[in-house]
């Protein structure tokens, strides 16, 4: 005991007189006079010169040795020291007092491969090393096999110079966001970004990777993805830069430099991304694309595209310059900003042409180039505390890419008051025709064109086109139930209607057409109508012998029937009607109004009867799986029938019936939806003619248009349940493969979920003709999850006229760990072209790194 503790008191004095030896001070006397008396009364001034060391240096290890002689420290085993803010973690570290250098290493095996790193952690921040050198007078260090982790990823060099505490220099440094390899489940990176120089620069909250030439690489096969250089933030906040380019070739527009831009925050709440497209045969595009976001507020984007595509070579046949261009915007509020005011705003104006130049082979997959006709919206909304009413003004812009034309409507106002009751009682339900009459009411004012070119907007040719008017509408309406059993209603209508624009007609002899004037004036019309309806609700029940499969069929039927009227406002004494003769001089009746913005006044008296019959068929069947024993089996979810009789029309009383049904079927998996309508009214054929006149004979009917529809979405759970692995299996794999199951003979288990949406339309219309036309297809929309990280994906449309495949789109995707790859091909049709691409999971570079690479019709690479 005495013999421990004499030796522990001596290697306790022998640090002490060691520390005390490096601790020594020096005094000098600053004197700026010889006469030293006369310096001292000058200024009184001591400079102390700065002690070698700033703080303790402490440390402890299993097995400790110091060398007073050569001023040497070893630390064996378990070995830490700790100086000021850094903390030195291995197995072996020995300390250079003289010289203030602090040499770790990490744990070796039997054959003097590091098996556990040293680790050095500063300012809360860890890093790992094979062994490093550190001098604590100087603060730099030199490391080999270093490895920290930064943002959501992982740097490993092979040799890390620190100049500073915010400057590093390393030599082949991999940057990777791997989780796995993060997180030290796999000691090898699925992917990792290698460069032979970097200087990584730290600070608060605005660390930076600065690289030379960086290359991808996959599972350790350098990919051609490599840039001269590259600026990696390692932080959160938005950060301005360069964006990388894009580089390919096509075959109809060249080689190209796609989306080289230039990232621009904006404040708080703004962000600006520049790019410019290029290609060498002469094709060019500039796209700003601006996004904002002020929290609880409002967010929203701003982008446009303006360019040219050139094809072919100029001075041949198939030479072609096509402008085009495109601009979107898009503004959401907030529901919790303004309950009483909104904006909303989805803008998406194109060139006629910009889909069938488009580079963007996204429009492709997402079918935006099929698409026949595009909207757009502007829209503010105000509502008032205190008042019944809501305003709102709308702006709309509607293109038809086959015809080339628009319609816009600028502006468009809304007025409308909030339904109210006329006699509503002070208290108590209301009851009986008068207490239930409601009236809703509003005015709306519009301009509005159609049919507007592209070369015409706005221009005067398109100002004289505008119509410029406003609609008044009154609707009052009331029910009460009678006899218990039926709902009676009344309503009536009144619109008003103010344009500035009407139209004449006459039959020109010499130029044997007919012209058309535009009247410029205010003019109005009015129109009335009222009706009258009865409805009600049967039920009949056909129940089955006790023990029957089928328990019971209930029908229920809903009847109504109505009673319409409204004037002929056709009659010379309204005025809304005009009369010219035609080339055979036959006296015809035209509207004044005639493709006005709200349309023309009804012609021909309205004095008829309604009907409507609409049935619902269910029935009861036994079933093990209910717990009541019994399920609903819907055999009609709606079965409508409609017509009706005009006793005031001079022929064709009766009206053309409509049929429609609604039903589904296998736990409303199946659902079949049809159509029809039947014309009660004989049409004959003459002979050599393929269009038939409507006679006045009754009773002969015939099938005028026919549509049915079939969607049948299946997944694999539609043919039993939901497995559970872990209750079937207990064996889990490990690292990449910690998603599976193993059974006891080793083989992988895992659910593989899959949809198959199959939908058929078949469409009939016959219109007094002959033979009629006929649109029949089968589509297919289908996904396949062949592993938990390998997917299938796919869609179809077979046309039985044409027959022929419409658009189809055949893609799988790959999850690697920490990014994804995924292939997509059109096979065929307008628009053929594949697509390759891969992105990286990580924030941080899901928008740096990433891989494309397209067939003739576009290649490109980015990263």
Do not use: C
Not at 87 to 114: F, H, L, N, P
Not at 495 to 518: A, F, G, I
Not at 826 to 834: L, T
């Amino acid at each position: 005991m005495f013999k421990n503790i004499f030796k522990n008191t001596l290697q306790i004095l022998i640090i002490l007189i060691f520390n005390n030896f490096l601790a020594q001070n020096k005094q000098e006397v600053v004197t700026k006079n010889s006469d030293k008396s006369t310096a001292v009364a000058k200024n009184d001034t001591v400079k102390v010169e700065k002690e070698q060391l700033e703080d303790i240096v402490r440390s402890k290890a299993d097995r400790q040795r110091n060398d007073v002689q050569k001023k040497m420290t070893y630390l064996n085993t378990n070995a830490e020291v700790t100086y000021q803010d850094m903390k030195i973690e291995a197995d072996y570290i020995q300390i250079d007092w003289d010289k203030g250098m602090i040499y770790a290493r990490g744990k070796v095996d039997s054959t003097g491969k590091i098996k556990e790193p040293a680790t050095a952690t500063q300012g809360g921040k860890k890093y790992e090393y094979r062994h490093f050198n550190y001098n604590y007078k100087t603060k730099q260090a030199i490391a080999y096999d270093a490895r920290t982790e930064e943002s959501e990823g992982v740097i490993v060099a092979e040799k890390t110079k620190k100049v500073s505490d915010s400057v590093f220099f390393l030599k082949r440094g991999k940057y990777t966001t791997d989780e796995y390899f993060l997180k030290k489940k796999d000691t090898i990176a699925d992917y990792y970004l290698l460069a032979p120089d970097i200087k990584m620069v730290k600070s608060k909250g605005n660390s930076k990777l600065i690289t030379g030439p960086i290359q991808m690489y996959i599972e350790q096969v350098p990919t051609p993805l490599i840039l001269p250089f590259a600026i990696l933030p390692m932080t959160e906040k938005r950060m301005a830069g360069l964006l990388i380019p894009s580089f390919g070739e096509r075959q109809d527009v060249g080689f190209f430099l796609n989306s080289l831009g230039w990232y621009q925050p904006i404040g708080e709440h703004f962000d600006l991304k520049a790019y410019v497209d290029y290609y060498t045969k002469g094709s060019w595009n500039i796209r700003p694309e601006v996004t904002y976001r002020k929290k609880y507020r409002y967010n929203g984007s701003f982008r446009a595209e303006m360019g040219n595509t050139i094809r072919g070579i100029k001075g041949l046949d198939n030479y072609s310059k096509t402008g085009v261009y495109n601009i979107a915007w898009s503004h959401t509020q907030d529901s919790k900003a303004n309950p009483f005011f909104t904006f909303s705003a989805s803008v998406n104006i194109t060139s006629s042409k910009f889909y069938n130049n488009t580079v963007n082979n996204n429009n492709i997959f997402n079918q935006n180039v099929l698409n026949a006709q595009q909207n757009s919206t502007i829209s503010v909304t105000k509502r008032f505390l205190n008042l019944p009413i809501t305003i709102t003004g709308t702006g709309s812009y509607s293109q038809n890419f086959s015809t080339g034309l628009t319609d816009i409507r600028l502006p468009q106002m809304n007025v409308a008051i909030n339904q109210f009751y006329l006699f509503k009682p002070k208290t108590g339900v209301r009851t009986g025709l008068i207490e239930n009459i409601n009236v809703n009411t509003g005015l709306q004012f519009s301009n509005y064109v159609s049919g507007v070119k592209s070369s015409d907007l706005f221009t005067q040719t398109m100002w004289d086109k505008m119509q410029t008017g406003a609609k008044n509408n009154i609707g009052l309406s009331t029910n009460t139930t009678i006899a218990k059993y039926f709902t009676f209603s009344l309503s009536g209508n009144i619109d008003n209607v103010l344009t500035t624009k009407t139209v004449s007609k006459y039959y020109n002899p010499v130029s044997s057409e007919l012209v058309t004037t535009q009247n410029k004036g205010l003019s109005g019309y009015s129109t009335y109508s009222a009706s009258a309806s009865l409805q009600t609700v049967l039920y009949g029940m056909l129940k089955f012998r006790k023990g029957s499969k089928i328990q019971a069929i209930r029908h229920m039927v809903t009847p109504s029937i109505s009673f319409n009227y409204s004037p002929d406002f056709g009659k010379s004494s309204f005025g809304y009607y005009k009369n010219y003769y035609n080339e055979r001089g036959v006296l015809t009746s035209y509207s004044i109004f005639e493709n006005g913005m709200y349309g023309s006044p009804s012609q021909g008296l309205q004095q008829s009867i309604g009907f409507n019959i609409s049935n619902n068929l269910e029935m009861k069947v036994k079933s093990k799986s209910d717990s009541t024993g019994v399920k609903k089996v819907k055999l009609f979810e709606s079965f409508n029938i409609s017509g009706g009789y005009n006793f005031a029309a001079e022929k064709y009383k009766w009206s053309v019936f409509s049929v429609s049904t609604q039903t589904s079927f296998f736990q409303n998996k199946l659902n079949v939806n049809s159509s029809m309508t039947i014309d009660p009214y004989q049409i004959v054929f003459a002979p050599g003619e393929t269009t038939g006149t409507r006679t006045e004979n009754f009773g002969h009917f015939s099938v005028q248009s026919f549509t049915m529809g079939f969607s049948f979405p299946l997944t694999n759970e539609t043919f039993g349940k939901k497995e559970d692995l872990s209750k079937k299996y207990n064996t889990k794999g490990e690292i990449r493969n910690d998603v599976y199951y193993f059974d006891d003979d080793n083989y992988a288990r895992f659910s593989q979920p899959w949809t198959l949406n199959l939908n058929a339309n078949y469409g009939y219309s016959r219109n007094a003709t002959k033979f009629g036309t006929k649109v029949a297809s089968i589509g297919i929309d289908s996904t396949l999850k062949l592993t938990p990280y390998w997917s299938l994906s796919g869609n179809t449309n077979y046309d039985f006229v044409s027959k022929k495949l419409a658009y189809t789109r055949l893609g799988f995707a790959r999850d690697q760990r920490s990014f994804t790859f995924s292939f997509n091909w059109v096979p065929f049709g307008q628009y053929k072209v594949y697509d390759f691409f891969i992105s990286i999971k990580a924030n941080i570079l899901k928008d740096a790194v990433k891989y494309k690479e397209r067939s003739f019709t576009t290649t490109t690479s980015e990263f």
